[in-house]
């Protein structure tokens, strides 16, 4: 049960990140998913 609650955080975090360029939280994961930012380094 635990595994569907970070699941469920980590696509709402990605459907939030791709808008949002400021989500370090992410970190190089969503750097490499997204390779649309310039200096998301």
Do not use: C, M, N, R
Not at 13 to 40: D, H, M, N, R, Y
Request: glycine share 14%.
């Amino acid at each position: 049960p635990k595994d569907v609650t970070t699941i469920t955080l980590s696509y709402t975090f990605f459907e939030v990140g791709g808008k949002i360029p400021a989500a370090p939280a992410g970190g190089p994961v969503a750097s490499q998913q997204t390779g649309q930012l310039p200096g998301a380094v």
